[in-house]
């Protein structure tokens, strides 16, 4: 597969050790850890491996994978096939997305405040469409839900919603 001319591992080594020194107190230990694996994927930080042609000597390093789920390059095309293995899993029935974003004031102090606030959002979600799906004047219906947490939004700001 060709390289890309620009990858995120790219931006984390280039600019990613100020960035962190920038926030440090606002990202998590675990959002480090990804960083830095996505940083040093495929790199000679991971180790790697050395094959060599038996005819022409030519020798080619590959450099070891970080194996992070959230790695572009290692769980690219995992990420692809996840949705259609789901859909052997799905009932046949109308499936609905629905948005819950955080008003800017609030998604600030859950820039401060994760946990708390995070969880007040699926609670308060889910206890909102469970609640006007009942009503008889709506669905009248117990609904099923599967929420996922986004905080950034596509312009890649701090967008929290599920």
């Not at 960083?35 to 050395?50: F, Q």
Request: glycine content about 6%; overall charge positive.
């Amino acid at each position: 597969m060709p390289r890309l001319s620009l990858e995120v591992a790219d931006i984390f080594r280039g600019h990613g050790p100020a960035w962190r020194q920038a926030n440090a107190g606002h990202v998590s230990l675990g959002q480090l850890k990804v960083m830095s694996a996505i940083g040093n994927c495929r790199t000679a930080a991971l180790g790697g491996r050395v094959a060599r042609c038996e005819n022409c000597a030519h020798s080619q390093i590959s450099y070891n994978s970080c194996r992070n789920r959230h790695c572009p390059k290692c769980q690219g095309a995992m990420a692809k096939e996840w949705p259609a293995a789901r859909e052997a899993d799905v009932l046949p029935v109308p499936y609905y997305h629905v948005v819950f974003t955080l008003t800017a004031a609030i998604a600030d102090i859950a820039y401060q405040n994760k946990a708390v606030i995070y969880d007040l959002l699926f609670k308060a979600s889910a206890e909102t469409l469970i609640t006007i799906a009942a009503d008889p004047k709506h669905l009248g219906a117990r609904v099923g839900i599967t929420s996922v947490l986004h905080t950034w939004g596509s312009a890649l700001t701090h967008h929290p919603h599920v």
